[in-house]
């Protein structure tokens, strides 16, 4: 007699994913798509608001920024938000005196590549104060970024980052450690020409 079979594992998702997008979500990326090109900082900041973006006070975020489900993004005090893609369904939260370099990728989903209907879900981002994600960094779904921590040029983050330490590659790994120190500076502050 041979043995049943075994039924194929159900992966679930963890309790704080999101399994899928929304309606309200997608409409607001729209409307998210037309601010980001709009010229004037302040305009684009009040339309951000106005479409559920949580934004600290003396925060820049520059034109030709793309975020997807801008309801699910907070951005602290004095941060800065280059050229970058952030795609925010499962939630990204950028803390205080931040700096997020153009070309950056931040992106809260991921998909099952062993499921049949190869579902989408959604995991939270965190990123501390003084952290800085340089240009064509790429962070993906579920990382914790630490305070002060540097993600180099390039690098594709799959696991957290330690406060304070600098990690490159693909996949990223340590490779260097950031004085801990009080930081004086304020990445919002910079006001670059036609912003």
Excluded at 6 to 17: F, K
Excluded at 87 to 102: E, F, L, M, W
Excluded at 137 to 143: C, D, H, T
Aim: with cysteine; hydrophobic share 35%; aromatic share 8%.
């Amino acid at each position: 007699m041979s043995e049943p079979s075994e039924a194929p594992a159900q992966t679930v998702p963890p309790p704080h994913a999101r399994i899928r997008n929304t309606r309200h979500s997608y409409l607001a990326t729209k409307l998210a798509y037309n601010i980001g090109r709009l010229h004037g900082l302040s305009l684009r900041i009040y339309l951000y608001r106005r479409i559920g973006v949580k934004i600290g006070e003396r925060c820049v975020i520059r034109r030709g920024v793309y975020i997807g489900s801008p309801n699910e993004l907070e951005v602290g005090d004095g941060s800065f938000v280059g050229r970058a893609s952030l795609y925010c369904t499962g939630g990204v939260k950028i803390g205080r005196n931040v700096n997020v370099s153009d070309g950056a990728v931040i992106i809260t989903a991921k998909h099952d590549i062993n499921s049949p209907k190869f579902e989408a879900t959604y995991e939270p981002i965190t990123v501390g104060d003084w952290a800085w994600i340089t240009t064509n960094a790429i962070i993906l779904a579920g990382v914790n970024v630490g305070e002060g921590a540097v993600v180099a040029a390039g690098a594709v983050v799959t696991k957290d980052v330690s406060p304070y330490s600098v990690v490159g590659g693909n996949p990223a790994r340590a490779i260097g450690e950031r004085k801990k120190q009080p930081f004086e500076y304020v990445p919002g502050s910079y006001r670059p020409p036609f912003l």
